[in-house]
């Protein structure tokens, strides 16, 4: 019998996958499903990227790179930092990660270990948790909630803090809620940590090109006062449309960045060379390909909070960040998870139920909102249809 360690008894999954993999396989079976669950732009990776990435391989980058990436995409990845958030970071403090989720990997195996504790969001990031649980830390929650537009309470989230308390993970604009934490929320929660000068802090911004409404997407990178403990994670994933090339990157704190380095050199070694040339491509190529996704994005935002709030028993909060909608569908007489399957299985409808993103997640649905107009008319009109003739009670 095998024996594998204890720890993978805790490690947890995305269920977006497992939703992605089920609408595919009865998609095969003919059946026409609407597929809201994944979380990725349904644009292409603009063109000038992929041409970077493609004269990458033809120059002959086929071999391994620097472990922490190639300078001249950490040094643009430093002028983009300064040009989005007007901070000056070096070069030599940005690490190039195969995706934005191995920053979360890193950071919580810094921190995470039995008897520490580690604040991160609920409804949030799924992988938040479960690496919190593989390390053997405790994970403790900060509650997202509706009432707070879905933005981090700087009261609440302070209040959580223990002497055990080691990392506390943010994340806005967020995934799943769409919630952005204003500027001012930023600001106590910030002023708050200084009463807690050991504890380390993973910002999450990886939606932070994606905010709407005029609503300011505010960088922790800002505040020079926790910036020897922050640790700030990025990549091109959502911005340019590359989820599939694996390309993200953060910036740490000097004593963490070795640390994060030899994590690299002992299991990716570096990012595929040719999505580091691609990379550069997209941070000092021209922005409007990035401009009008997000004007699509935020067309389709409004489509689909209309619609959500016009289906029966259904309130849709309007989020403000990425592209998702987190509709309250607790008045439904419906549990959101067997909900979001029953969507699935009798609607052909894909969205994901709000408790795989956390306990606070219950009595709401995830829906994301990259893709077409047209799908998410067809996606409203079958839930609507479903919920008008399946409504318990
Ligand atoms: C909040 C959040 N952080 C990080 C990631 C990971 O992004 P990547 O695909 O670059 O690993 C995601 C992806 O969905 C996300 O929603």
């Not at 643009?76 to 940005?94: F, L, M, N, T, Y």
């Not at 996704?293 to 709030?309: H, I, K, P, T, Y």
Request: glycine share 10%.
């Amino acid at each position: 019998m095998l024996r594998i360690v204890p720890s993978f008894g805790r490690i947890g999954d995305e269920n977006a996958f497992a939703v992605l993999a089920r609408a595919g396989a009865l998609a095969a079976q003919g059946r026409d499903i609407v597929n809201l669950g994944i979380g990725q732009p349904d644009f292409p990776t603009p063109p000038h990227i992929v041409e970077a990435g493609l004269k990458a391989l033809r120059d002959g980058h086929h071999g391994y790179t620097p472990a922490v990436g190639i300078p001249p995409l950490r040094e643009a990845v430093a002028r983009d930092i300064h040009h989005r958030h007007g901070v000056e970071v070096s070069p030599d403090s940005v690490m190039i990660v195969p995706g934005g989720k191995v920053t979360m990997f890193m950071a919580i195996l810094m921190f995470g270990e039995p008897g520490a504790e580690i604040l991160y969001p609920d409804p949030g990031f799924p992988i938040y948790r479960s690496m919190i649980e593989f390390t053997g830390a405790t994970p403790v929650p900060v509650p997202i909630r509706e009432a707070n537009g879905f933005a981090f309470s700087a009261e609440e989230t302070l209040s959580l803090i223990t002497e055990r308390t080691r990392l506390l993970i943010v994340n806005s604009p967020a995934n799943p809620t769409g919630g952005v934490t204003p500027k001012a929320e930023i600001g106590a929660l910030v002023k708050g940590l200084a009463a807690h000068p050991d504890l380390a802090i993973l910002s999450d911004e990886i939606y932070g090109t994606m905010t709407y409404d005029g609503q300011a997407h505010l960088s922790l990178l800002a505040y020079p006062e926790i910036r020897d403990r922050l640790i700030y994670l990025d990549g091109a994933s959502k911005t340019y449309a590359m989820t599939g090339w694996r390309l993200g990157w953060s910036v740490w704190p000097k004593p963490l960045y070795d640390a994060a380095r030899k994590l690299a050199v002992n299991s990716f070694s570096c990012v595929n060379a040719a999505a580091q040339w691609a990379g550069i491509a997209a941070l000092d190529g021209p922005q409007d390909c990035v401009a009008a996704m997000l004007a699509e994005f935020d067309r389709r935002r409004r489509l689909v909070v209309d619609g959500l709030n016009r289906l029966p028993n259904v309130s849709c909060t309007t989020p403000t960040g990425a592209f998702y909608a987190f509709p309250n569908v607790s008045r439904t007489g419906w549990k959101a998870k067997p909900l979001a399957t029953a969507l699935l299985d009798e609607a052909g409808v894909a969205v994901i139920g709000g408790p795989d993103f956390g306990v606070f997640g219950e009595g709401y649905l995830r829906l994301s909102y990259a893709n077409s107009a047209e799908n998410i008319a067809r996606a409203l009109e079958r839930m609507e249809r479903f919920l008008t003739e399946r409504s318990p009670g």
